[in-house]
């Protein structure tokens, strides 16, 4: 055995690696208290195993920075990227979406496994100039699922009769929404992202938009204020819904926000009692909408918001810091708690063009159909978002912490 003196010295972790290593690490931290049961379950077609989200991200980096970048590299199981590709048609075929709860194998174990051969190849090409935009999306790819996993997992739990705990609830002051209001004079505005940092594609082009006077809501819509819009009739009442939202409603029998149960709510800590002056979560854009025409004002453009956001620190508000359990408690950041639904279709900023090759399907072939969220969730990783982010989900969903910022014409 090797005395301290006789193994060469331990080479210097660099930010890079730092940074890939405690990314990494959270994931599996997530996974921690779940059995490998609890790691299979899936609720619905939306949602996915959280075994699954480990291995799709690892499959990512095996697939864009590893297979074809890293000389001598062998897939650590050629059956396995059929398994977890998730809609890259130019990687080939898949597994079916709707049937990724039917992966009884590879086990948590054997997955986790798989994370630690791709991470131990990672590691030795991080200082690659030209694979650091890879890597560096993949990181940020794997954030997106830490949140994915959570929400999923929420879902999956919900639907037990038993009502489960994924973890001890966390207590923390719950902040009284704020009735304030920021303002903005308006005019012509840069909008996206441009300058050094990481962003997702779509985020840019920069480009100039036209924005009108406006103020935006300091803080967002409350558990109580959501209880007085049901308690007035909201749900009931046609003239306040679009078309398709009130057929949404009417053919899905809504009359709450997701897991609502009188006076509590279906919680990551279990059943909990609902925090009147928390920030509601957990409903549709159509429902946003809703509540928003109900109280008089609207939804914000995500340009509006975008605008307001300036100088707001992106890494403030509840967001995920470490495994706990996630609940919005208010603050009065732009960014946390719960996403913001905004009035703005998701589609392609001028000039926007995908990246070439698989890479290019990330965002852009998503670009119909869906609405663009603004600012972070309580389980977006603290760090993950910024002011010129586009989350974006299809107007009915709502198993993601959602919630609302209402904004006013000045």
Known sequence: ????????????????????????????????????????????PDASPAKWHLAHTTWFFETFVLRDNCPGYRLFNESWPFLFNS??????????????G?????????????????????????GRADLATLIELGLNHEQ????????????????????????????????????????????????????????????????????????????LVTNQEWADFIADGGYRDPSLWLSDGWAWVQASAIDAPLYWREDEAFTLAGMQHREPDAPVTHVSFYEADAFATWAGHRLPTEFEWETAARGHDPAGGVQLDEAAAVHPSGSQSLFGDGWQWTRSAYL????????AGAVGEYNGKFMSGQCVLKGASCATPRGHARATYRNFFPPEKRWQFTGVRLAKDL
């Open 1 to 44: 055995m090797a005395t301290t003196s006789d193994r060469p010295p331990a080479r210097p972790v660099t930010l890079t690696e730092e940074r890939y290593r405690s990314i990494r690490e959270l994931s599996e931290q997530l996974v921690a208290p779940l059995s490998d049961a609890d790691a299979t379950l899936q609720s619905m």
């Open 102 to 126: 039917m992966l009884s194998r590879p086990s948590l174990k054997d997955v986790l496994a798989y994370r630690r051969h791709v991470d131990s190849y990672v590691e030795r090409v991080l």
């Open 87 to 100: 809609y890259y048609e130019a990687e080939g075929p898949r597994h079916a979406r709707p049937m990724r």
């Open 144 to 219: 997106q699922h830490q949140e994915l996993l959570l929400t999923d997992l929420k879902h999956a739990l919900s639907l037990n009769p038993l009502k489960p705990a994924y973890s001890a609830p966390v207590r923390r002051p719950t902040a009284r929404g704020s009735s304030g209001w920021h303002t903005c004079e308006g005019g012509v505005m840069r909008v996206g992202h441009a300058g050094e940092g990481f962003a997702f594609d779509n985020e840019g082009p920069s480009h100039e938009v036209v924005v009108e006077p406006f103020a935006l809501a300091s803080g």
């Open 348 to 355: 392609p900023y001028p000039r926007f063009r995908p990246a």
